[in-house]
């Protein structure tokens, strides 16, 4: 064996192992499924503003539309929180969708105000794909490093508002004054990815006007459990 073909597999070794452990800890993400219009839901939306506080977790608060019929309709619901809601109903054998639900990393569900159990889910420590987002001449830059355990995955763009304040006049939280933390205002899939080294550019003014934050997901397709997270302020 000569010596510069000892000195390319020394290489390769030390690539392949930097890629191998390219992994890095990442945010529990915890997505609550919330509505105005339920009276259960106020103590999981106060829950999720503790959680918010947190820089190992990333909290979302996804209102669903299902129950302005009661009186009141909700200023924040989205047909896409509906959607990704019936997604991990099906994934975790629901008969039906629910709320206050709060999904963690995709793989499990509690009721919303479930605080004790919800709190041992997240004292797991989980590595994922490295996932970084950054701001660049008014475009939000996505960037994933290489992450070859990967199975093919969606890159999904989710902008957010940090924190509203909502005085409700009908329905089943008449006259009461909500608080409210990172309420998804947009939810968007920018692409596939399949471990490879890759970025994606999102223009700032693409994105609704009163979102403060966005937060983006890497996910297997299907909705499987997330491997990859990554938030960051727009202003």
């Known amino acids: 064996m000569t010596r510069s073909f000892r000195q390319y597999l020394a290489l390769a070794a030390m690539l392949c192992c930097a890629a191998v452990t390219n992994a890095e800890p990442r945010p529990i993400v915890v997505e609550l499924f919330t509505s105005q219009g339920c009276s259960s839901c106020p103590p999981a939306d106060a829950y999720v503003g503790k959680l918010s ?17 009661l009186g009141w309709r909700d200023r924040f619901a989205l047909p896409q929180s509906v959607a990704r809601q019936s997604i991990y109903a099906r994934n975790l054998g629901r008969s039906s969708v629910y709320t ?12 919303g105000s479930a605080a004790k159990a ?52 009908r329905g089943e939280n008449a006259g009461r004054t909500l608080e ?7 939810i968007r899939t920018l692409g596939s990815w399949r471990g490879q080294a890759q970025s994606f550019n999102v223009s700032m003014s693409s994105l609704p006007s ?10 297997p397709y299907g909705q499987a459990p997330i491997i990859g997270a990554a938030a960051h302020a727009l202003r």
């Open 100 to 111: 206050p639900q709060l999904v963690v990393d995709g793989r499990e569900d509690y009721v």
């Open 118 to 169: 919800i709190a041992r889910a997240l004292n797991e420590n989980r590595d994922g794909a490295p996932v970084k987002v950054s701001l660049r001449h008014a475009e939000v830059l996505i960037e994933l490093g290489a992450y070859p355990s990967a199975t093919p995955s969606e890159v999904v763009l989710i902008a957010y508002l940090r924190h509203a304040v909502s005085v409700i006049g």
């Open 210 to 219: 009163d979102a403060t934050d966005v937060a983006v997901l890497v996910q």
């Open 180 to 186: 409210e933390f990172n309420i998804v205002r947009a």
């Open 53 to 69: 506080a947190r820089s190992d977790v990333l909290a979302l608060s996804f209102h669903v539309d299902y129950w302005d019929d």
